[in-house]
């Protein structure tokens, strides 16, 4: 695709940015929790499932980030870190809590992506659907983490509300920095 001045070229390049560095940052949350939970556990097949999801995403943005000549993040390091950090410290207050932090953050996700298809429009049908189905699997993520518990956490709502609050916090900042 070739890009003229005064197009969309900038805001797209941020949406590339920021979805690759969200999908970097949930395979990280995912290998936090299984570190802390361990492969046996019974939560351990869906996180597998869900963080394989993510990381044909990142795949996806990856891809779009060398052909498109889009600049990633320059807070990945610290997305490694982080995401990781907040999957074992979610997990290690129990499995519910790990669920809850994946229902925040999907939820979050869910938001994101719809906003970004507004933004596309029609302007970008190779971005936008590969979006619509990554927001599908985002979505399946969160009904999951609802059905196997989440809500039952202990300060659910304010722990997801943290999350939630952190992931618009990286959000933001992912697009510009």
Request: aromatic fraction near 6%; glycine fraction near 8%; charged fraction near 25%.
């Amino acid at each position: 695709m070739s890009w003229k001045p005064g197009d969309r070229h900038e805001a797209t390049e941020a949406m590339i940015r920021v979805d690759q560095a969200g999908e970097f940052g949930a395979i990280r949350i995912y290998a936090g929790q299984l570190a802390v939970l361990g492969d046996r556990h019974p939560a351990a097949r869906a996180i597998h499932h869900m963080a394989a999801q993510e990381e044909r995403h990142r795949a996806f943005f990856d891809r779009m980030i060398v052909e498109r000549g889009v600049r990633p993040t320059l807070l990945q390091p610290i997305w490694k870190v982080a995401g990781f950090a907040l999957g074992a410290a979610t997990a290690a207050l129990g499995p519910d809590a790990a669920m809850a932090c994946t229902a925040a953050v999907e939820t979050e996700i869910d938001k994101h992506y719809s906003q970004q298809l507004a933004e596309l429009g029609d302007t970008d049908p190779e971005l936008s659907e590969a979006i619509v189905e990554f927001q599908a699997e985002e979505l399946e993520h969160r009904d999951h983490a609802l059905a196997a518990g989440a809500e039952n956490t202990f300060g659910y709502p304010v722990l997801s509300g943290l999350i939630r609050l952190g992931c618009k916090v990286a959000i933001a900042t992912a697009k510009r920095i």
